[in-house]
């Protein structure tokens, strides 16, 4: 073989090396898009922390799931049978289980600060009895700080560190519990428009067969905080706010 053919043979090798070697545009496209997508939310140190009210309810356990993202659950004294395996998945799938008192019943919730306590200490021993859990000492007034402060005074905030219990309200809603059957687009709009300029968000919606649309919402609400650069935190992690006293949400 004289050595001009041996040299294209060489040259062909080596060009098809070379391209065997790249990846193709669209895995390569695609791991551009997830690394970009990554790096937006680092940099942008925008999070946002979802919490529901009242659950919990399995459908949205399961989108959770589905997506990788935590949550929390501000969660009632729930006496259905299938409660307890709830409360219970919440915990062990990495999400917070949080205390929205025992009834929600307002007359007793804000009867006085004992019987306030007392339906504090009853939710986190029924979750005890029924699963095992322990409910974090994070806290949700029933209607929001502003019920409390309208009840008890703003005297409520030192009762409350000294009882040790962290308050959190809100800062975005979906307002999904204003009425019966509001829709999921509904929703899905309101928690984009309130989250609007914010860069911590603390959403509010509600994980109860009452609030049927925000299940079907729930997708395209993760969605939209991912696409805007948004990171899932948790509300035990070290930089997670405190106690939240929104007068005004």
């Known amino acids: 073989?004289?050595?001009?053919?041996?040299?294209?043979?060489?040259?062909?090798?080596?060009?098809?090396?070379?391209?065997?070697?790249?990846?193709?545009?669209?895995?390569?496209?695609?791991?551009?898009?997830?690394?970009?997508?990554?790096?937006?939310?680092?940099?942008?140190?925008?999070?946002?922390?979802?919490?529901?009210?009242?659950?919990?309810?399995?459908?949205?356990?399961?989108?959770?799931?589905?997506?990788?993202?935590?949550?929390?659950?501000?969660v009632i004294a729930n006496k259905a049978d299938y409660a307890a395996d709830l409360y219970r998945r919440i915990a062990e799938e990495g999400h917070v289980l949080a205390n929205h008192t025992a009834s929600h019943d307002y007359k007793s919730v804000y009867a006085n600060t004992a019987s306030l306590k007392r339906e504090m200490e009853t939710l986190e021993n029924y979750v005890k009895d029924v699963c095992g859990c322990t409910v974090e000492k994070i806290f949700r007034f029933p209607g929001g700080s502003p019920n409390a402060v309208r009840h008890f005074g703003e005297s409520i905030e030192e009762k409350m560190d000294s009882w040790g219990y962290r308050v959190l309200d809100w800062n975005c809603s979906g307002e999904d519990a204003i009425g019966k059957n509001i829709s999921a687009d509904t929703i899905y709009h309101n928690t984009v428009e309130s989250a609007q300029g914010k860069d911590t968000v603390i959403v509010l919606l509600h994980s109860a067969s009452y609030a049927p649309g925000t299940v079907e919402a729930m997708p395209r609400i993760i969605e939209y905080f991912q696409e805007n650069g948004y990171r899932f935190g948790s509300i035990t992690e070290e930089d997670a706010p405190q106690n939240w006293w929104a007068l005004s949400h």
């Open 1 to 74: 073989m004289n050595m001009r053919i041996r040299l294209w043979i060489l040259s062909v090798l080596l060009i098809c090396g070379a391209g065997c070697s790249q990846e193709s545009p669209e895995a390569q496209s695609g791991e551009q898009a997830a690394e970009a997508q990554n790096a937006a939310a680092s940099a942008s140190n925008k999070t946002v922390y979802l919490t529901f009210d009242d659950g919990p309810y399995p459908k949205l356990l399961d989108i959770l799931k589905e997506y990788q993202v935590p949550a929390a659950f501000f």
